[in-house]
């Protein structure tokens, strides 16, 4: 079929998604699970 992704981009994008989840859950995480201090609520109104 002429509209096949190869498979090289295929595990190109598999690779970059898992990087991506990789990076994003190392810097977002540890702040999530222990904050180092009470969050404000009204610095998300404004």
Known sequence: ???EVSKL???IL??????MFAGLGS???PT???P????NPE???T
């Open 27 to 29: 810097t977002v995480w």
């Open 36 to 39: 180092g201090e009470l969050w």
């Open 9 to 11: 981009r295929l595990y």
């Open 1 to 3: 079929m002429a509209g």
């Open 43 to 45: 610095a998300g109104v």
């Open 14 to 19: 598999r690779a970059f998604y898992l990087l």
């Open 32 to 34: 999530i699970i222990s």
